[in-house]
């Protein structure tokens, strides 16, 4: 059988944790996992152009846009990187 205990810290600038279980949990092996967040990188204007450009190679072939349809879709991008 399995128990989970946890418990919420700060990690210190030198990246060492000093945990004091409590006394319910026996001397043992143990694994433990750090969960943490990660902050979402903001679309640039670079990741926005790589985006469209990977959809671009998604159209098959014969099912290209005309010249019209193109020229709304890019000043559409452009008006969505302002």
Known sequence: MQAYYEIETQIPP???????LPDSIRAGPVKIAVIYEVPEKPETK???MATFLQNLA???EGEGLNRAAIDTH?????QDWD
């Open 46 to 48: 670079a990741t926005k």
């Open 58 to 60: 998604e159209i098959k």
């Open 74 to 78: 890019l000043r559409q991008e452009r």
């Open 14 to 20: 030198n990246h060492r944790l000093n945990l004091q």
